[in-house]
């Protein structure tokens, strides 16, 4: 029995985002589509233990969400009249929902998933409401195990999800695929949110746990989605090259007892290179189609170049600074001039790099680092490579008290420790 019910999680996992997206093509609501889902998956739970699997499971779950449809369209109309003419206006109701919910299954199922994934990431919602909505829809992930992955509460996580469908249903937004513009448009705020939830697994803003693999999973099961069902836009391909490139180095980024292990002192050797030579790829891909020099592409370059390096002393850091002086010119923000002042203080000396650092004002009180722990960081590892040791010790403590990631805490308070070893305490 055990076995079945295995087998109806696998193909609930791999069936469902398709399903939803094809019934809510129909009925232009992604809540009444992710309930119907639900409702043929317990019917599948109901019937396929004893029944056994059925040969074809995506067209047997259509139809059972097509008969709970037509039961709640039934009851719901027979509950607020009973009128002859009402009676036979539901059978033409009933006839025309269930052809179209067959013709839902003859359609070509990859538009169906696109215009899912664009409604889901639906500017009319918050951010928060686009990541939770495209983890649940799409990512397939439980309110409980996306509660889990943002350390909120359960009910929290599950009241964001019932906002954000609530929102869209109101708003009542086309379900198609944006063309031209609108779709070039639409596509940056889709590859935002899914480079959001990878970069929220990669380094986790809080907890214990240095990266939350679940979160970066998922965004690279996405990433490759949509590179399949968008094939010429270079942007979605230079995000996979990204997400690629540094997934790749997961298994070097911990150490055995979990700790945070940075690039310089990353066993190199653990580098996964089948999923490295994947990003390699996607990034070649992205620049054949003439997106280069665009936002993802460029930042994808960059970790390319730290990937070629057999070691961390052959990095080609002057390159670094070059593509990151491209970054600032195509999406300037104080994240860019923050770790381009990195690149230029191993490309041309730790006073350069804090000069750089300097010019962009980032110690002003107004400014968008002025609470980020890895300025100080950044600023304390400059400083102590200047030989400013208590300069150094003094940011080094205001990155730990900022920092919300026990692993980072770690990692800055070890940091401390050998500063106050290598210098005087002045």
Aim: charged share 25%; aromatic share 4%.
């Amino acid at each position: 029995m055990s076995d079945v019910y295995r087998t109806i999680e696998a193909v609930w996992k791999l069936e469902s985002t398709r399903l939803i997206a094809a019934i809510a093509r129909v009925t232009r609501d992604i809540g009444i589509a992710e309930e119907l889902a639900q409702d043929a998956l317990v019917a599948a739970l109901e019937r396929w233990p004893e029944d056994g699997i059925p040969e074809n499971p995506a067209p047997w779950l259509m139809t059972a969400a097509k008969r709970r449809a037509i039961d709640g369209l039934r009851r719901g109309q027979m509950l607020a009249q009973k009128h002859e003419e009402i009676a036979r206006e539901l059978q033409g109701q009933q006839r025309r929902l269930g052809e179209a919910m067959d013709r839902a299954l003859d359609q070509v199922i990859d538009d169906d998933v696109l215009r899912l994934i664009f409604t889901a990431c639906h500017p009319v919602l918050a951010v928060e409401g686009r990541v939770a909505l495209t983890l649940r829809l799409i990512g397939g992930l439980t309110t409980a195990e996306i509660a889990r992955a943002f350390l909120v509460p359960e009910k929290t996580m599950g009241q964001r999800i019932f906002r954000a469908k609530k929102t869209l249903s109101e708003a009542h937004p086309t379900f198609e695929t944006p063309r031209g513009e609108e779709l070039h448009r639409r596509v940056k705020s889709v590859l935002s949110v899914v480079y959001l939830i990878f970069n929220e697994g990669y380094t986790a803003t809080t907890g214990e746990e240095w990266m939350r693999a679940a979160l970066s999973d998922e965004a690279l099961r996405l990433g490759r989605m949509l590179a399949h069902l968008l094939p010429c836009e270079s942007e979605v391909h230079a995000l996979l090259a990204l997400m690629e490139l540094n997934a790749s180095r997961t298994a070097a980024r911990r150490g055995s007892r979990g700790e945070a292990v940075l690039l310089p002192d990353q066993d190199r050797s653990l580098w996964d290179d089948a999923q490295l030579q994947r990003g390699m790829t996607s990034l070649e891909h992205a620049q054949r189609l003439g997106g280069e020099f665009k936002y993802y592409a460029l930042q994808a370059a960059i970790v390319a170049c730290h990937m070629r390096a057999r070691a961390a002393e052959e990095t080609d850091w002057e390159r670094i600074v070059l593509l990151y002086d491209s970054l600032q010119q195509t999406a300037p923000s104080p994240i860019v001039s923050l770790n381009r002042a990195v690149a230029v203080s191993m490309a041309q000396g730790p006073a350069a790099g804090l000069e750089a650092l300097d010019a962009i004002g980032a110690l002003a009180g107004d400014s968008a680092l002025a609470g980020y722990h890895l300025l100080h960081s950044v600023r304390g590892d400059l400083l102590m490579k200047m030989g400013n040791f208590s300069a150094a010790r003094e940011e080094i403590r205001r990155a730990i008290a900022m920092t919300q990631n026990l692993r980072e805490q770690e990692l800055l308070t070890e940091r401390l420790k050998q500063m106050e070893k290598a210098g005087p305490s002045t």
